[in-house]
């Protein structure tokens, strides 16, 4: 019966850390594309909305925009992002900025590389709170499993 109250922590740590590297490795994406200096002309292909929640929740929507560029080597780039701005339509033109290399790595957002990092560092805060609590709560749990009877 132990194994529950250890388990479950457990399970919501591993959850964590791996949001916390999901969004690292998304802010670092970022990062490399804006700091690469690299530009291109892309054309929107497609917006579209997705929705979240609902029911006894409140719904969420998020607009996606679907882009194509060609890059620097000759390579045609077709990525998606959410967030973009509501005022770029099918068949719009605009900046991305991107990295090369074996994927290459796109954005049409414009950089705003204090308020990513701030917004990552409170994810990152948020979810190794969460970690601190599952430790915590089986820290406790040993400590008073230790002084019942068997």
């Known amino acids: 019966m132990d194994v529950i109250f250890y388990l479950g922590p457990a399970l919501i740590m591993a959850l964590a850390v791996g949001m916390a590297c999901f969004v690292v490795r998304s802010w ?3 990062r490399a594309a804006w700091s690469s200096g690299l530009t291109a002309e892309a054309r929107c292909l497609r917006v579209y909305t997705t929705t979240h929640g609902g029911r006894d929740s409140s719904v969420r929507t998020a607009l996606r925009h679907v882009y194509e560029f060609t890059a620097r080597d000759g390579r045609v780039v077709r990525f998606e992002e959410e967030g973009g701005p509501g ?4 068949g719009d033109f605009v900046t991305v900025r991107y990295a090369e290399g074996a994927r290459v790595r796109a954005t049409a957002l414009a950089p705003r590389r204090g308020l990513a990092a701030a917004g990552t560092a409170g994810v990152l805060v948020f979810l190794g709170g969460i970690v601190v609590l599952c430790v915590g709560f089986m820290v406790a749990y040993a400590t008073i499993s230790s002084y019942l009877p068997l």
Not at 87 to 90: F, L, N, R, S, Y
């Open 87 to 90: 005022t770029v339509i099918e």
């Open 28 to 30: 670092l994406r970022l």
